[in-house]
């Protein structure tokens, strides 16, 4: 079983980790629309892009989130855990879209290069937007470290991204206005572009490992031995099987005790390595099944 405390106090989390970033999502577009439309910078546009692109997916992670943190029902036996994942390769997705959308503005510009008006409002803007991604990727990575939620944690890398595109776009703005360097702003929306690819990619293959149903990693996998194994009266284990899902950590092991311990006794140190587990993984839905040592193992597909 898995531990509601422990799943609600996460939840809450991560429900005002999602909110928190649609708001300031939505504060960063109205800011850069008036600051591009004042100074028709490129890189502005990027970044713009991008900002809207966050309003986009953050709504989209806090629909997501709703849906994971919704109970297990009739029909959902195992939870609803992978809306998670799925959001983020949603996000992934979009992010690289949008690249590319980038992409095709910054070549537009270099064959016709357009002057930056406006600069002074303009860097005011991104100084300003610079402040609030800061504040936000600090808050979401509190938010990851007590949850690991996926979709958080995507979010999170999306306004790294939007830092790195707004430190971007300040140079952008100081190369082309005051030294008199055209070139600058598409040449730093084209690098911001490459960027936004690179954070797509992770985003997207954290999703894909839960969605996959990938093992835990190898250090966890060796944790769960440890504990295991560290109750007396399990001799061995064999067939651990892990994966992930939203919160939800799914933990499968078959335990070899004494031959001739009874039931009740292995049904209770079943229960017991199951607590610990839990103790060590809150949240996880620990399935144990118990086998007399030396029973000979058929592995899987014979």
Same mark, same amino acid.
């Given at each position: &079983?898995?531990?509601?405390?422990? #799943?609600?106090?996460? !939840?809450?989390? &991560? *429900? ?18 008036f600051a591009y439309f004042a100074s028709h910078s490129v890189a502005l546009l990027a970044s713009l892009a ?5 309003? #986009?997916?953050?709504?989209?992670? =806090?629909?997501?989130?709703? /849906? ?15 809306? $998670? @994942? ?14 590319? #959308? ?11 290069? $357009? ?24 808050? +979401? ?49 084209i690098a911001v572009a490459l960027v936004m690819v690179y954070t797509a990619w992770g985003v997207a293959r954290?999703?894909?490992?839960? =969605?996959?149903?990938? +093992?835990?990693?190898?250090? +966890? ?8 194994? !560290? ?5 061995? =284990?064999? %067939?651990? *099987?892990?994966? /992930?899902?939203?919160?939800?950590? #799914?933990? /499968?092991?078959?335990? $070899? &005790?004494? @031959? ?11 229960? $017991?390595? +199951?607590?610990?587990? &839990? ?5 996880? %839905?620990?399935?144990?099944? /118990?086998? @007399? ?6 592995? @899987?597909?014979?």
């Open positions: &079983m898995s531990d509601p405390i422990h #799943f609600h106090r996460a !939840g809450s989390l &991560m *429900k005002r980790a999602a909110i928190a970033s649609v708001s300031v999502s939505l504060f960063l577009v109205l800011i850069k629309t991008d900002s809207a692109l966050d309003l #986009f997916t953050s709504s989209l992670n =806090l629909f997501a989130i709703r /849906q994971a943190l919704t109970p297990a029902d009739d029909e959902h036996r195992f939870g609803h855990g992978k809306a $998670e @994942p799925l959001a983020g390769l949603a996000q992934g997705a979009f992010i690289a879209a949008s690249a590319l #959308f980038l992409v095709i503005a910054a070549v537009g510009r270099i064959l016709a290069p $357009e002057p930056i008006d406006h600069s002074v409002p303009a860097l005011i803007v991104m100084c300003v937007a610079i402040l609030c991604a800061i504040g936000l990727i600090l808050y +979401e990575r509190r938010v990851v470290a007590k949850t690991g939620s996926v979709a958080v944690d995507a979010d999170q890398a999306h306004y790294l991204g939007d830092l790195v595109t707004n430190v971007g776009v300040v140079l952008a703005i100081v190369l082309t206005t005051w030294m008199d360097w055209p070139l600058a702003d598409p040449l730093i929306a954290v999703a894909l490992d839960q =969605l996959m149903d990938r +093992e835990l990693p190898d250090a +966890e996998r060796d944790r769960i031995r440890v504990i295991v194994r !560290g109750h007396g009266a399990v001799r061995s =284990l064999h %067939e651990l *099987k892990t994966r /992930q899902a939203g919160l939800s950590t #799914f933990i /499968q092991v078959h335990l $070899e &005790m004494d @031959p001739a311990m009874t039931l009740a006794d292995a049904h209770t140190v079943s229960d $017991e390595v +199951e607590k610990d587990l &839990m103790a060590a993984f809150p949240g996880a %839905e620990v399935i144990i099944h /118990q086998d @007399p040592e030396g029973l000979e193992v058929i592995p @899987p597909g014979h």
